[in-house]
C-alpha cells in the first residue's frame, strides 16, 4: 500500500486553483491589480541615483555643497506640475525630513580631469564657494523632478539659484522650466 501512494499522478489543477470559482478568481485578480498599482515608498537610495543623474546628464558643476538639504515649499505653479503626485510628495518630504547630505555619495563630472568625482559636503555651510541644494520633489512615476540649486560664495559677490524641473526622456533627465531663478550681486555698484 506505500508503494502505491507515490505513484500518483495529479492531472487536476493545483488544490487551491481548482477549488476557486470564477468569483473568487476575478477578486484575486483585482486585489493583485490593486496591489501592483500602489507606488512604493521611495528609498534613500533612489533619491541620490536621481540626484547624481540629473548632475551627470546636464554636466552640472556642483563640486561642493553644504550637508543641509533645503526644503522645498510647493507653490502652486509647482502643485500644478505635479499635480497627480501631491500625497505621494508629502510622504517623502515626511520620510526624508531629516536627511542631511551624507560624503561620497553624490558625484559630479569634473571638466579638468575628465572624471566624476565625490562631490565635497560641507559641514559649516558658511566658509567659501558652496552650493546648496533641496531634497529633489519626485513625480510618483519617476518620471519629474524639481531641484533647488543655489551657490553661494560667502563673500560679498552674492550668489544664484533658482528650482529646476527636469523631465526624463530616453534615459535622461533634460531641463524643462526653471522657477524663482535669482542673482544677487551684493558688492557690486
Known amino acids: 500500500m506505500l508503494g502505491y501512494a507515490s505513484h ?3 492531472t ?19 486585489l493583485m491589480m490593486i496591489i501592483s498599482s ?7 537610495s533612489e533619491v541620490y541615483q ?9 554636466k552640472l558643476q556642483v563640486n561642493r555643497v553644504c550637508q543641509d538639504f533645503k526644503s522645498l515649499h510647493l507653490k502652486n505653479e509647482y502643485k500644478e506640475v505635479f499635480s497627480q503626485d501631491l500625497e505621494f510628495i508629502k510622504n517623502q518630504k ?9 560624503p561620497n555619495k553624490l558625484k559630479y563630472y569634473n571638466e579638468r580631469t575628465g572624471n566624476y568625482d565625490f562631490i565635497e559636503v560641507d559641514t559649516t555651510c558658511s566658509e567659501g564657494f558652496i552650493y546648496h541644494i533641496s531634497l529633489p520633489i519626485v513625480s510618483e512615476d519617476r518620471q519629474k523632478v ?22 526624463r526622456r530616453n ?3 533634460e531641463k524643462e522650466k526653471s522657477f524663482d531663478r535669482w542673482i544677487s550681486l ?4
Open 50 to 58: 536621481i540626484l547624481n543623474q540629473v548632475i551627470a546628464d546636464n
Open 12 to 30: 487536476t489543477p493545483l488544490p487551491i486553483i481548482g477549488s476557486m470559482n470564477n468569483a473568487a478568481i476575478y477578486l484575486l485578480a483585482l
Open 8 to 10: 500518483i499522478v495529479y
Open 94 to 102: 515626511e520620510q526624508f525630513s531629516d536627511l542631511k547630505v551624507k
Open 186 to 189: 551684493e558688492g557690486a555698484l
Open 146 to 167: 524639481l531641484i533647488e540649486f543655489n551657490q553661494d560664495c560667502n563673500c560679498l559677490l552674492g550668489g544664484q539659484g533658482g528650482k529646476e524641473l527636469y523631465v
Open 38 to 44: 500602489c507606488s512604493l515608498d521611495m528609498s534613500e
Open 171 to 173: 534615459g535622461r533627465w
